[in-house]
C-alpha cells in the first residue's frame, strides 16, 4: 500500500505498462493496455480489479492510476474551496446528518453578503474554485441564488460551483446562465432499490434526468456515489463506475459512508476506505482527465488515506472556508474534519505536487508569519 511520508518519483504510463508486464499479472496488464488506448473497461473487469487484495497488485494498480493521472492531467493539485451556507434541508435521507427529521441539528443560513465576503477571502489565497454547498433549501429561491452566483463571480472573479441538490431543470440553466460553471449532483448509488430504500422523498428517475441536463448543457458536471450502503455490492459499484463514464460527467465526488447521529444509520458500519482508494484508481481509469478530489469523507476516516488518494488517481481536495461559527454545525456525518487550507497546502507542497502559485505565495506568508510569532515568544 501507499506510505503518505513517501513521494512517489514522477512515472511514465509506458514505464508502469513495462513493469505490470514484468510481473506476469494478466488482468492488471489488459486493463493497463485498456487505459492507454482509452479503450472501455468491461464490467467484469472492473469488479476483478476491485476485488483486489495483494499489497503488490495493489500497488501496482495505484501506479497505473497515478501514471494516467500524470498523463492527462499533470502533477497539479486543485485546491477548491466550500462555503456551506445553509444546514436547512427539506430532504429526509437517511444517511444524512442535517436531514429534516434530525431535531438535534442546530440551523443556520449564512446571509448573501457573508457567502460572498468569504468567496473573496478565498479568492485572494489562489482557491481554484468556490462551491457554494447547502442542504436543499427553499429559502435560496432560484432568484436568491442567481443573485449570489453573480455577486461572487463579479467580485471573487474565480469559478463558481454549485452543491446544492435537485432543483428543476430551469434553475439549473438560470444558475448557469448567472455565472455557475460547475455543478455537482451525486446520484448516489446507481442501483434504483438502494437509492429508493436511501431517498424517501426523491426520484431515482427525475435525479439521473437533472445530472443529464447539467452534462447537456455545458456545466463542468459531476456526480458520484457513496461507498458502502446498506445492500450495496461490488456488482454495485462497478456499474456506478461505468454510470459515471457513460453520463459525461468531467467531476467525481466519490466517498465512503460516514455514520451520522439521529439518523437510521447511525449504528451503520462506515466504508471501506481501502476499497474506496481502488475506486478512486478505476475512476481515473476509466475517465482519464476527470477532476476527482480526495474527499472529506475518506479524511474523516483515515486522514493518511485522504492524501494517499493522490498517488491513485485524485487530483483534487476541496478546504473548508465556512465561517467557524457555522461549520461544526454543517454536521452532515459524525467527525467530520475540517481541511483546513494551510495544512493541506503545506502538505501537498511537501509531498512534491504542483500548486497554484497563489497558493504557494500565500502558505509562504503564512509560514512567515507562524516563525515571527515563535521568535516574539
Known amino acids: 500500500m501507499l506510505n503518505d511520508s513517501t513521494i512517489l518519483p514522477p512515472v511514465t504510463l509506458e514505464e508502469t505498462i513495462e513493469e505490470i508486464k514484468r510481473s506476469g499479472d494478466k488482468l492488471l496488464l489488459r486493463v493497463a493496455l485498456k487505459a492507454s488506448e482509452n479503450e472501455l473497461l468491461e464490467k467484469k473487469e472492473i469488479v476483478k480489479v476491485l476485488l483486489?487484495?495483494?499489497?503488490?497488485?495493489?500497488?501496482l494498480l495505484f501506479k497505473l492510476a497515478d501514471a494516467i493521472r500524470r498523463k492527462y492531467t499533470g502533477e497539479t493539485v486543485l485546491i477548491k474551496g466550500v462555503i456551506e451556507f445553509s444546514n436547512y434541508c427539506k430532504k429526509n435521507c437517511l444517511y444524512c446528518g442535517i436531514r429534516a427529521a434530525n431535531r438535534k441539528v442546530e440551523r443556520y443560513r449564512m446571509k448573501p453578503e457573508e457567502i460572498v465576503e468569504t468567496?473573496?477571502?478565498?479568492?485572494?489565497?489562489?482557491?481554484n474554485t468556490i462551491i457554494l454547498q447547502s442542504g436543499e433549501d427553499p429559502y435560496y429561491t432560484a432568484d436568491l441564488m442567481e443573485d449570489i452566483i453573480r455577486e461572487v463571480r463579479r467580485r471573487a472573479r474565480t469559478p463558481v460551483s454549485i452543491s446544492i441538490g435537485n432543483r428543476t431543470k430551469e434553475e439549473y440553466t438560470r444558475f448557469k446562465e448567472a455565472g455557475a460553471s460547475k455543478c455537482l449532483l451525486k446520484h448516489e448509488t446507481i442501483n434504483r432499490e438502494i437509492f429508493e430504500a436511501m431517498h424517501p422523498d426523491d426520484d431515482y428517475d427525475e435525479r439521473i434526468s437533472i445530472l443529464k441536463h447539467t452534462v447537456e448543457i455545458g456545466y463542468i458536471a459531476g456526480s458520484g456515489n457513496i461507498v458502502?450502503?446498506?445492500?450495496?455490492?461490488?456488482?454495485?459499484?462497478?456499474?456506478?463506475i461505468i454510470f459515471l463514464r457513460d453520463v459525461g460527467v468531467k467531476m467525481v465526488g466519490l466517498g465512503p459512508f460516514v455514520p451520522a447521529s439521529g439518523t437510521p444509520l447511525e449504528n451503520h458500519p462506515p466504508g471501506d476506505p481501502d476499497l474506496t482508494l481502488k475506486i478512486y484508481a478505476l475512476v481515473r481509469l476509466s475517465i482519464p482527465r476527470v477532476f476527482m478530489p480526495a474527499t472529506t469523507a475518506l479524511g474523516t476516516l483515515n486522514r493518511e488515506k485522504q492524501f494517499q488518494?493522490?498517488?491513485?488517481?485524485?487530483?483534487?481536495?476541496?478546504?473548508?472556508?465556512?465561517?467557524?461559527?457555522?461549520?461544526?454545525?454543517?454536521?452532515?456525518?459524525?467527525?467530520k474534519i475540517p481541511v483546513e487550507f494551510y495544512d493541506t497546502a503545506r502538505r501537498l507542497r511537501d509531498?512534491?505536487?504542483?500548486?497554484?502559485?497563489?497558493?504557494?505565495?500565500?502558505?509562504?506568508?503564512?509560514e512567515r508569519r507562524e516563525k515571527e510569532r515563535e521568535m516574539v515568544s
Do not use: S
Not at 483486489?52 to 500497488?59: G, K, N, S, T, V
Not at 509531498?351 to 503564512?366: D, I, S, Y
Open 52 to 59: 483486489i487484495e495483494e499489497p503488490e497488485r495493489l500497488r
Open 119 to 127: 468567496a473573496e477571502r478565498m479568492a485572494g489565497l489562489g482557491i
Open 228 to 240: 458502502g450502503l446498506p445492500g450495496q455490492t461490488i456488482e454495485d459499484i462497478a456499474e456506478d
Open 309 to 335: 488518494g493522490f498517488f491513485a488517481g485524485c487530483n483534487v481536495i476541496m478546504c473548508n472556508f465556512t465561517p467557524e461559527e457555522y461549520r461544526k454545525r454543517y454536521n452532515i456525518y459524525n467527525n
Open 351 to 366: 509531498q512534491g505536487w504542483k500548486l497554484n502559485p497563489l497558493v504557494l505565495k500565500a502558505l509562504e506568508e503564512h
